[in-house]
């Protein structure tokens, strides 16, 4: 069972998964895995099939290769091993290239403009790491690539606050989450925290201590953030020791150092198993099944550019959808309303959130000034959860901008009820998301009840340049999609799709909405619990 696994056998896993990914992206391969795997047929079968490398994907896939069952992982986006001229993997935020977005021929920064000049940049069209799904009034940004999310967000692992998931998850054991599945997915991340002496030091934070400053003059409460960005590297990034990461612009379009990413733990250790293999390039589109139980999955080669080589079909007897809340979402929608699975519940497509994501920029006064270099992986946020009335977790985010800005920055994540819902789209054969602007206020709302309290007591205002127009507040994205196939009502308790035998939800997907913090730390513990039972019950025992 993976709790028993000994952390030296998981680290020599880790180091033979690493290996395979350096060598796949020595030789450009599109497969990777440790063992020699049969060439791909048109008519392929597999015992075990995960669609994604995002958080839950990733969980599935190792303790699916711990437990010996062959799993082969198919993945949209590319393999980001691979250096381009520049001698780096990834670009920056400040010279954006074709390496930042995925399948389009302009960057789209969510902090559009800066004094009302547009930051974006023409790029060529590449399978680059950073997606914005836009859906009418709703943008979702999205990593694509072996790692999913973990390749483009900012790091940050924050627990729930414990009442609150209880609300957000009933009919779950949630004290079981704590004592078992959070340390588990924490470990397995490598979450650490920031030297607290260095962090009141350190020039890279200013920015963050300014906030604390603002918030503390407020009466508000604040908290430090634990990160999978390594602690000791940033501070040798700032000292000079090592290649700056975090402290060279390097976050929304991926990290070359530092980051504590899926491909080099979970993803590492699931390719160390020998059982797992994983397929880039390969964007699943539609799932069927056979009269005796085989899932066929109708899957599109891409190339470096998005254009579709030829389709394959692949066959599997378990198949776990690991694509995050659109993609997995989708993915059921389209096989519902097809006709390909009749089965499935009326419940797929409900119960989606932005988690209350809200962004807003205030302008300092010009003695409080935030530093020309940032570190792009907060570590600070505003504790006002237990605000009856406007319940906020805001963190502080960087500007880094390469220059002095007198710019504070939050991402506020607030508890906005509102819930969107897809609809198929037979036309465009795609799940729209049905949100209104309207539905966003409430996260406005609360975001604006603090910030106000905050402008008031330090004499400051918002910022109103830095979302296209003259708007304060920009609540038109969301980075935290959450639901669409929601725990324990388009699912059975642990995820096991309703309607459906052998066909699981691993990602964001089940998650309802809302879970009051950044969420993967959240998504990751959820799938380390509903795949230990899963293994369980329905793979490893005879039926
Ligand atoms: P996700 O990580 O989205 O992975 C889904 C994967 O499936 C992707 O690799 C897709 O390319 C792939 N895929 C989708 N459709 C298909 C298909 N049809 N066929 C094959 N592959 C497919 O899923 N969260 C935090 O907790 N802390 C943060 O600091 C934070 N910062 C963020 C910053 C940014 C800019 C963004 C965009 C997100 C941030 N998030 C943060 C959110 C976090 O990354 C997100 O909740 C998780 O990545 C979601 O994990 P899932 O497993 O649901």
């Known amino acids: 069972?993976?709790?028993?696994?000994?952390?030296?056998?998981?680290?020599?896993?880790?180091?033979?998964?690493?290996?395979?990914?350096?060598?796949?992206?020595?030789?450009?391969?599109?497969?990777?895995?440790?063992?020699?795997?049969?060439?791909?047929?048109?008519?392929?079968?597999?015992?075990?099939?995960?669609?994604?490398?995002?958080?839950?994907?990733?969980?599935?896939?190792?303790?699916?290769?711990?437990?010996?069952?062959?799993?082969?992982?198919?993945?949209?986006?590319?393999?980001?091993?691979?250096?381009?001229?520049?001698?780096?993997?990834?670009?920056?935020?400040?010279?954006?290239?074709?390496?930042?977005?995925?399948?389009?021929?302009?960057?789209?920064?969510?902090?559009?403009?800066?004094?009302?000049?547009?930051?974006?940049?023409?790029?060529?069209?590449?399978?680059?790491?950073?997606?914005?799904?836009?859906?009418?009034?709703?943008?979702?940004?999205?990593?694509?690539?072996?790692?999913?999310?973990?390749?483009?967000?900012?790091?940050?692992?924050?627990?729930?606050?414990?009442?609150?998931?209880?609300?957000?998850?009933?009919?779950?054991?949630?004290?079981?989450?704590?004592?078992?599945?959070?340390?588990?997915a924490s470990a397995m991340l490598g979450v650490n925290h920031v030297d607290p002496a260095w962090f009141e030091t350190c020039e890279v934070y200013r920015y963050a201590r300014v906030s604390r400053t603002h918030a503390h003059r407020t009466g508000l409460r604040t908290t430090f953030v634990p990160s999978v960005y390594d602690f000791d590297h940033m501070r040798r990034e700032e000292a000079g020791e090592v290649p700056r990461s975090a402290l060279a612009a390097e976050v929304i379009y991926g990290n070359n150092h530092g980051k504590r990413s899926l491909d080099q733990t979970y993803l590492a250790a699931a390719l160390g198993t020998g059982n797992v293999t994983i397929r880039t390039l390969h964007q699943v589109h539609s799932i069927e099944r056979e009269p005796d139980g085989t899932y066929v999955l109708t899957v599109r080669l891409l190339d470096d550019v998005g254009a579709v080589l030829g389709t394959r079909r692949i066959g599997t007897r378990h198949l776990f959808l690991g694509a995050g809340s659109l993609g997995s979402t989708e993915l059921l929608l389209r096989a519902r309303e097809t006709g390909a699975l009749p089965a499935l519940s009326a419940e797929v497509g409900h119960g989606w959130g932005t988690n209350g994501n809200v962004m807003l920029g205030r302008a300092n006064h010009m003695w409080d000034t935030t530093g020309a270099t940032q570190s792009g992986m907060p570590a600070l946020g505003i504790d006002a959860w237990d605000d009856p009335a406007h319940p906020v977790f805001a963190e502080v985010a960087p500007l880094p901008a390469g220059t002095e800005t007198w710019v504070s920055v939050y991402l506020a994540i607030t508890r906005n009820p509102e819930r969107g819902h897809f609809t198929y789209d037979a036309a465009s054969d795609s799940a729209r998301l049905r949100w209104t602007a309207a539905q966003g206020q409430p996260s406005i709302d609360m975001a604006k009840a603090l910030f106000d309290k905050v402008n008031r007591a330090n004499g400051t205002i918002y910022r109103s340049e830095l979302f296209g127009d003259t708007r304060e507040f920009e609540n038109r994205f969301t980075y935290h999609p959450l639901g669409g196939v929601v725990l324990g009502r388009a699912t059975d308790g642990y995820g096991r799709v309703r309607g459906y035998d052998r066909l699981y939800v691993t990602d964001g997907a089940l998650v309802p909405g809302n879970v009051g913090v950044n969420p993967f730390l959240t998504i990751t513990a959820l799938a380390e619990r509903n795949i230990e039972r899963v293994l369980a019950e329905d793979l490893l025992t005879p039926p």
């Open 1 to 184: 069972m993976p709790a028993a696994v000994s952390p030296s056998a998981l680290s020599r896993r880790r180091f033979l998964g690493l290996a395979a990914l350096n060598s796949a992206a020595a030789l450009g391969l599109t497969t990777i895995g440790t063992t020699p795997t049969a060439e791909a047929t048109d008519r392929e079968f597999v015992p075990a099939l995960v669609v994604g490398t995002g958080y839950g994907a990733a969980v599935t896939a190792l303790r699916l290769g711990e437990a010996g069952v062959p799993t082969l992982v198919l993945e949209m986006g590319r393999l980001w091993n691979t250096r381009g001229p520049d001698g780096r993997i990834f670009c920056d935020m400040l010279q954006p290239d074709r390496r930042s977005t995925w399948l389009r021929t302009r960057t789209q920064a969510p902090l559009a403009t800066f004094l009302w000049a547009d930051v974006n940049r023409d790029v060529e069209r590449y399978t680059g790491v950073l997606d914005r799904v836009d859906h009418g009034e709703m943008s979702v940004y999205v990593g694509r690539g072996v790692g999913g999310g973990s390749l483009v967000n900012g790091a940050m692992a924050v627990t729930p606050k414990r009442g609150y998931l209880a609300e957000v998850l009933p009919g779950i054991d949630v004290d079981e989450l704590y004592r078992t599945y959070f340390p588990r």
